[in-house]
T-cell receptor, first 112, second 113 residues
Framework: GESVGLHLPTLSVQEGDNSIINCAYS??????FIWYKQESGKGPQFIIDIRSNMDKRQGQRVTVLLNKTVKHLSLQIAATQPGDSAVYFCAGSTGGGNKLTFGTGTQLKVEL | KAGVTQTPRYLIKTRGQQVTLSCSPISGHRSVSWYQQTPGQGLQFLFEYFSETQRNKGNFPGRFSGRQFSNSRSEMNVSTLELGDSALYLC????????????FGPGTRLTVL
């Protein structure tokens, strides 16, 4: 079956450094990917998404890279801030639908 | 524009009872999806509704059901509650049905005793 996410469970970075959170997926037919941030007690918050016809997409302080050859995507956060501390999930869908398969998540800890 | 709202935010039920959770999507959004989040299984897709029709269903028993109303609001129901149903139930809405960005609500925390 399809699976998404070979996350490191925890990533610790210093404030001001760049963070890179990685994610792998198994279904080569996956054509849409999305990153969410979830803070304690809250629902997942949309960060950025990318479709399979793209390799890279940039937002405000965030960049998502998609490597379809090795079925890997990453989320880069520039100048990481304490407010970035949260659990980050990648998710993917197949066939143009809205059914998302989520990875297990990476806890990002920002040290002052 | 208001975000996705879910009610109630917290629920405590006992085994064997049934529960109904409600979700109001972002104004103009027509697709509503439900997810269950637990520490052990993570985020798992339950079902998706669009124009009052279920378009997709995850691998959950028939005790889990849902519906969508003409105003796009959605409800999910869990009958004959089990201890393992304790979870955060999340609703997400999107404008359309084809790989569209889904925005999540805060969730309903269900505890089954």
């Amino acid at each position: 079956g399809e699976s998404v996410g070979l996350h490191l469970p925890t990533l610790s970075v210093q404030e001001g450094d760049n963070s890179i959170i990685n994610c792998a997926y198994s279904n080569s037919a996956s054509d849409y990917f999305i990153w969410y941030k979830q803070e304690s007690g809250k629902g997942p918050q949309f960060i950025i998404d990318i479709r399979s016809n793209m390799d890279k997409r940039q937002g405000q302080r965030v960049t998502v890279l998609l490597n379809k050859t090795v079925k890997h995507l990453s989320l880069q956060i520039a100048a990481t801030q304490p407010g970035d501390s949260a659990v980050y999930f990648c998710a993917g869908s197949t066939g143009g639908g809205n059914k998302l398969t989520f990875g297990t998540g990476t806890q990002l800890k920002v040290e002052l | 524009k208001a975000g996705v709202t879910q009610t109630p935010r917290y629920l405590i039920k006992t085994r064997g009872q049934q529960v109904t959770l409600s979700c109001s999507p972002i104004s103009g959004h027509r697709s509503v999806s439900w997810y269950q989040q637990t520490p052990g299984q993570g985020l798992q897709f339950l079902f998706e509704y669009f124009s009052e029709t279920q378009r997709n269903k995850g691998n959950f028993p028939g005790r889990f059901s849902g519906r969508q109303f003409s105003n796009s609001r959605s409800e999910m129901n869990v009958s004959t509650l089990e201890l393992g149903d304790s979870a955060l139930y999340l609703c997400a809405s999107s404008l359309w049905v084809r790989s569209d960005t889904q925005y999540f609500g805060p969730g309903t925390r269900l505890t089954v005793l």
